[in-house]
């Protein structure tokens, strides 16, 4: 079974930029990021599908994250920019095979452990 480990979590100012990844033993399909803050649901961040063709965000962070993927590495990126306070959660990282229903965190069949992202004002 494939095995997902995310890094790359830390303090930031607000504006600033920071860039998880997510290295997965094997060569994987579809990789979600899911985010959760203190007190709340687990939430949809971005997707990638296996060729990297295929990608979706959250209105929430359209237009300042970027998700990309190094298919020989095993490795998917999430370029975080723009940081705002509300964006601090602990991360996570998910693997499924279809990209379908990419935004529902149930779809998912592996998760990473996380990583913290905390934004300061």
């Known amino acids: 079974q494939v095995q997902l480990v995310e890094s790359g979590g830390g303090l930031v100012q607000a504006g600033g930029s920071l860039r998880l990844s997510c290295v997965a033993s094997?060569?994987?399909?579809?990789i979600g990021w899911f985010r959760q803050a203190p007190g709340k649901e687990r939430e949809f961040v971005a997707a990638i599908g296996g060729s990297g063709a295929r990608t979706d965000y959250a209105d929430s962070v359209a237009g300042r994250f970027i998700i990309s993927r190094d298919t020989a590495q095993n490795t998917v990126l999430l370029q975080m920019n723009s940081l705002k306070p509300e964006d601090t959660a602990v991360y996570y990282c998910a693997s499924r095979g279809l990209y379908i229903g990419v935004r529902n965190p149930d779809a998912y069949d592996v998760w990473g452990q996380g990583t913290q992202v905390t934004v300061s004002s």
């Open positions: 094997i060569s994987t399909y579809t």
